[in-house]
């Protein structure tokens, strides 16, 4: 079970109730090779957005660029460049597309300062929720990687690198293109049957319809997987990286002081702190480093090494931390906060089992988990 699943009847019941306000240091130059627009949209994702967009302007996706990936069930506002890109707005159905100016520099997944969150919680005690805000301003919370990280492959039987690494592109592609919550069975009955399969599958993006197309007029998987744009073949690497990432913080969490542990993805589970015990006060600004050849080589805390070489070792990726597809390195580098701060949080209004309120978190950190972590807290 998905630990959204967790909050149903709670949060999303309607877009207007989960409104995010992407912050953006937006350096505006008279003349720039990048035009840099606002993008507020409504109960659709990033994506499709960004497909749409494309299609109106008739431009290629590698001109786009975009900090992050928004909810889809949400009002949401984002910022997005496209290099050489029209000084005009833009309005579609769900979406607003409004220009901004000019810039020297594409926007880069990252490049956000965080998001101010505007949510309204559902059949909820107020009373509780109050107290449960005060105790996780305090302590803060887990800063795992939310559902929307694995949305490349959230569907699939297991992640889009194992596929990679096994170099079963063939096997990737098939199950990448059936991948649906409630029509993976059609799919795949379809699947070499292309004008039946088209028929099922109208919630492919313009991008993955053309990967298709090149596809089943060339049959080498490898080849067409490479066709995406690097930001989303990135995407699915992250993906992997996200989850191993997730499993250590909680796996340290479990060992370090008192939590409770609630279901996630791919029948993964996530572990929340009950209280910042001795250990994790002096992991309150500790980056956990993504699992990749140079944390070899890292001189950390040992009670974290320890875990992250147990991953590897478990997941069997001692001789491929170096291993590349689609012409990119899969495991890179880097470092996430294990725990995060709301901050600026305001309450706008609550009554009966209604709750508004608002809050901002940096960049990288999901509401969700935020939300899942509030309205599960107990004492």
Not at 331 to 357: H, L
């Amino acid at each position: 079970m998905s630990y959204l699943k967790l909050l149903k009847g709670k949060i999303k019941t309607h877009p207007e109730e989960f409104r995010v306000e992407e912050v953006v240091d937006l350096k505006l130059e008279e003349q720039g090779e990048y035009s840099y627009y606002k993008l507020t949209k409504r109960n659709i994702n990033t994506f499709l957005a960004l497909d749409l967009i494309e299609k109106y302007w008739k431009i290629s996706r590698d001109r786009i660029g975009f900090c992050g990936l928004k909810d889809k069930r949400a009002i949401t506002i984002q910022y997005i460049s496209i290099k050489n890109g029209p000084e005009k707005d833009l309005t579609g159905s769900n979406f607003k597309l409004e220009y901004i100016g000019k810039g020297s520099k594409p926007l880069k997944l990252g490049d956000a300062k965080g998001n101010i969150f505007t949510i309204t919680l559902k059949n909820v005690n107020p009373e509780r929720i109050i107290k449960n805000l005060n105790k996780l301003k305090g302590i803060g919370f887990a800063n795992y990687f939310g559902e929307q990280r694995f949305a490349p492959d959230l569907y699939m039987k297991k992640p889009l690198v194992k596929y990679f690494l096994d170099k079963d592109y063939e096997g990737a592609l098939k199950e990448y293109f059936t991948q649906h919550p409630g029509k993976k069975r059609i799919l795949k009955k379809f699947w070499g049957n292309w004008e039946e399969f088209f028929k099922e599958a109208g919630h492919l993006s313009t991008i993955e319809k053309r990967v298709l197309i090149t596809y089943i007029k060339k049959q080498n998987a490898e080849k067409v997987f490479k066709i995406f744009p690097k930001s989303l073949k990135l995407l699915f690497f992250f993906s992997y990286q996200s989850l191993l990432w997730n499993r250590i913080l909680t796996n340290f969490i479990k060992k370090v002081t008192h939590h409770f542990c609630l279901p996630f993805i791919r029948k993964e589970k996530i572990c929340f702190y009950k209280e910042l015990s001795p250990i994790l006060k002096n992991f309150k600004d500790f980056e956990l480093p993504f699992i990749s050849s140079e944390v070899l080589n890292w001189d950390g805390p040992e009670i974290i090494k320890k875990e992250i070489l147990k991953i590897i070792k478990e997941e069997k990726l001692e001789d491929v931390l170096e291993a590349e597809a689609l012409g990119l390195k899969i495991f890179t580098s880097g470092t996430r906060k294990i725990m995060v701060f709301p901050e600026g949080m305001k309450i706008i209004n609550y009554d009966c089992k209604v709750f508004t309120f608002r809050f901002f978190l940096p960049s990288g950190s999901y509401a969700t988990v935020f939300l899942l972590n509030l309205l599960s807290f107990r004492d």
